[in-house]
Structures are given as structure tokens and as C-alpha cells.
């Protein structure tokens, strides 16, 4: 089991920037894949963002150029850095790592982009 805890989000101008961070309780060495998430008001969970198994990360196409995933084994942290931030990324944001045992999810953190 792994719990994770998001931190980092708040209210923000539009064309600002924030930092999310996900902690997890325990090493991430042996996660395989890790990725953010969003889910807007009235709107499905999307995936913003992973990285995992030696490849490149990937993004959703609305955030390519804006938005860095990167983790640090050191601290079991997962990051999510959000630059030129708009109005429409305004949601509840969710880390999620998976390994072998089974997926874990955070218990998300309020992104709000005033325009």
C-alpha cells in the first residue's frame, strides 16, 4: 500500500505558475508509473499528465509546452509544474502512482485560475 498526499494548490492569476507536489508514504522505487489527473466541476477525471517505465513523459495535448512532470526518488515525490496557467485548468488535481500490487490515488488538491 501506498498513500500520497498532494500539496501545492491554490488560487492563482491567469499566466501565473504553481508547483503540485505528491508524497508518498513510502519509496517509489518499484512504482512503475506515475501521472497527475484532473476533474473539473460537472466534467470526467482527465489525465494531465505521466511518466513511468523509462519512457518519456506524456502530457494531454492542452497542457504540452506548459505543464513539467518530474520526480525525485530521493524524497518519494512526484511534481507537476504548471506555467501560463488559464482559467480552464481550474480543477481538483489527483496524483496517481501504480506498481505491481495496484493503484493508488491521492486525495486531490483545489487548482482555481482567476482570468
Known amino acids: 500500500q501506498v498513500q500520497l498526499v498532494e500539496s501545492g494548490g491554490g488560487w492563482v492569476q491567469s499566466g501565473g505558475s504553481l508547483r503540485l507536489s505528491c508524497a508518498a508514504s513510502?519509496?517509489?522505487?518499484?512504482?512503475?508509473?506515475m501521472g497527475w489527473y484532473r476533474q473539473a466541476p460537472g466534467k470526467q477525471r482527465e489525465l494531465v499528465a505521466y511518466?513511468?517505465?523509462?519512457?518519456?513523459?506524456n502530457y494531454a495535448d492542452s497542457v504540452k509546452g506548459r505543464f513539467t512532470i518530474s520526480s525525485d526518488s530521493a524524497k518519494n515525490t512526484v511534481y507537476l509544474q504548471m506555467n501560463s496557467l488559464k482559467p480552464e485548468d481550474t480543477a481538483v488535481y489527483y496524483c496517481?502512482?501504480?506498481?505491481?500490487?495496484?493503484?493508488?490515488w491521492g486525495q486531490g488538491t483545489q487548482v482555481t485560475v482567476s482570468s
Open positions: 496517481k502512482m501504480a506498481d505491481v500490487m495496484g493503484e493508488y
Open positions: 513510502r519509496s517509489i522505487f518499484s512504482i512503475n508509473r
Open positions: 511518466t513511468g517505465n523509462g519512457g518519456r513523459p
